[in-house]
T-cell receptor, first 114, second 112 residues
């Protein structure tokens, strides 16, 4: 069965520190991989995506992620955290099953300390 | 603003009732997705429509149904509501089949 696992429901970093949010997936078919961010009382916004091609993908707000097929991982990083990065982050896998079923991880809430 | 609109923003109703949530996708997007977000279940995929046809189904209860109309707007119908159906319901749309999804602001459903 396909699944998405985000390690750590809560991550706390200091402003200016490296942000690393972990995501592992299992899929029997080549997945499309996404990271979304959700600010309080808002819908989800796409940060970045991997479909094919270059395995290191850059997104908005300085975030990037690397697709590692051998490790079935798609970890999200940002070199220097900003207070405005505090939000909930979701890793997602979209599978082509004739339609497109999207499975989301449980989410990781990022706290940024001043 | 993602371009996806959802109405109503909030809905409060009683157990056993039926409600309809409405979603208008971004202009030109043919795919519509419905999700349920709750504290205990997280973000769960319910169903996908593409150009009026159901294309993928997730953890959607039999009490729930959806459809996509010729003008591409979609409705999610929830019936025989239970307390556990209280959640945020998101609609998303995409233009490229299987591509990134643009999420609406959600409808917060409270069942009392």
């Amino acid at each position: 069965a396909q699944s998405v696992t985000q390690l750590g429901s809560h991550v706390s970093v200091s402003e200016g520190a490296l942000v690393l949010l972990r995501c592992n997936y299992s899929s029997s078919v080549p997945p499309y991989l996404f990271w979304y961010v959700q600010y309080p009382n808002q819908g989800l916004q796409l940060l970045l995506k991997y479909t094919t091609g270059a395995t290191l993908v850059k997104g908005i707000n300085g975030f990037e992620a690397e697709f590692k097929k051998s490790e079935t991982s798609f970890h999200l990083t940002k070199p220097s955290a900003h207070m405005s990065d505090a939000a909930e982050y979701f890793c997602a896998v979209t599978l082509n099953t004739g339609g497109f079923k999207t499975i989301f991880g449980a989410g990781t809430r990022l706290f940024v300390k001043a | 603003d993602s371009g996806v609109t959802q109405t109503p923003k909030h809905l409060i109703t009683a157990t056993g009732q039926r409600v309809t949530l409405r979603c208008s996708p971004r202009s030109g997007d043919l795919s519509v997705y419905w999700y349920q977000q709750s504290l205990d279940q997280g973000l769960q995929f319910l169903i996908q429509y593409y150009n009026g046809e159901e294309r993928a189904k997730g953890n959607i209860l039999e009490r729930f149904s959806a459809q996509q109309f010729p003008d591409l707007h979609s409705e999610l119908n929830l019936s025989s509501l239970e307390l556990g159906d209280s959640a945020l319901y998101f609609c998303a749309s995409s233009g490229v089949f299987g591509g990134e999804q643009f999420f609406g602001p959600g409808t917060r459903l409270t069942v009392l």
